[in-house]
Antibody
Framework: EAQLVETGGDLVQPGGSLRLSCAASGFSVSDTHMNWVRQVPEKGLEWVSIIFRSGGTYYAESVKGRFTIFRDSSKNTMYLQMNSLRRDDTALYYC???????WGQGTLVTVSS | DIVMTQTELSSPVTVGQPASISCRSTQSLEHTDGNTYLSWLHQRPGQPPRLLLYKISNRFSGVPDRFSGTGAGTEFTLKISSVEVEDVGVYYCMQTTRFPYTFGQGTKLEIK
């Protein structure tokens, strides 16, 4: 059974950086595409980024140039490096496998001074 | 970007009654590979979303057969044949045909 566990969320000041991790079990992160999706508490869902099996990546315009998605196959973990954080990046960040097949519980990022 | 717009449920639903949620996209969701990547997700309070249906009508593993999906092009519908208490929460449609992937705003299902 596939499992995803996100960690790394924290309170950070505007302009700061954070790295989120998504540890996978039950499958290999290199064998499928994976996404980050975020949700402002009590609000809707917003797709953030994808990393394909090939290693190719795409980003939402709102994070392009500031966020980087990557993976470490040896650790079976996907990451989201978040730089130049803004207040509107505040959200619960989920990692998902495939086209939403499996979701982690999420990790909360709060950008505030 | 493709905008996804969902209908609201007019009122709380009685257990055992059917419910239907529509989702409309601003562009056709048919991919060049011939598939239509329209999914439905369900999110219970305090929980992450979970996948119900993919490619319009395919039930994900473990999803009860009271959930079904129909549609094509830009119009899609999720139907619950007989609502149960555990079906409360918010339902989202999601398109993964074109980047950026986008979601509907969510439709809340409440039980009467």
């Amino acid at each position: 059974e596939a499992q995803l566990v996100e960690t790394g969320g924290d309170l950070v000041q505007p302009g700061g950086s954070l790295r989120l991790s998504c540890a996978a079990s039950g499958f290999s992160v290199s064998d499928t595409h994976m996404n980050w999706v975020r949700q402002v508490p009590e609000k809707g869902l917003e797709w953030v980024s994808i990393i394909f099996r090939s290693g190719g990546t795409y980003y939402a315009e709102s994070v392009k140039g500031r966020f980087t998605i990557f993976r470490d196959s040896s650790k079976n973990t996907m990451y989201l490096q978040m730089n130049s954080l803004r207040r509107d990046d505040t959200a619960l960040y989920y990692c998902t496998r495939g086209n939403g097949n499996d979701w982690g519980q999420g990790t909360l990022v709060t950008v505030s001074s | 970007d493709i905008v996804m717009t969902q209908t609201e449920l007019s009122s709380p639903v009685t257990v055992g009654q059917p419910a239907s949620i529509s989702c409309r996209s601003t562009q056709s969701l048919e991919h060049t590979d011939g598939n239509t990547y329209l999914s439905w997700l369900h999110q219970r309070p305090g929980q992450p979303p979970r996948l119900l249906l993919y490619k319009i009508s395919n039930r994900f593993s473990g999803v009860p057969d009271r959930f079904s999906g129909t549609g094509a092009g830009t119009e899609f519908t999720l139907k619950i044949s007989s609502v149960e208490v555990e079906d409360v929460g918010v339902y989202y449609c999601m398109q993964t045909t074109r980047f950026p992937y986008t979601f509907g705003q969510g439709t809340k299902l409440e039980i009467k």
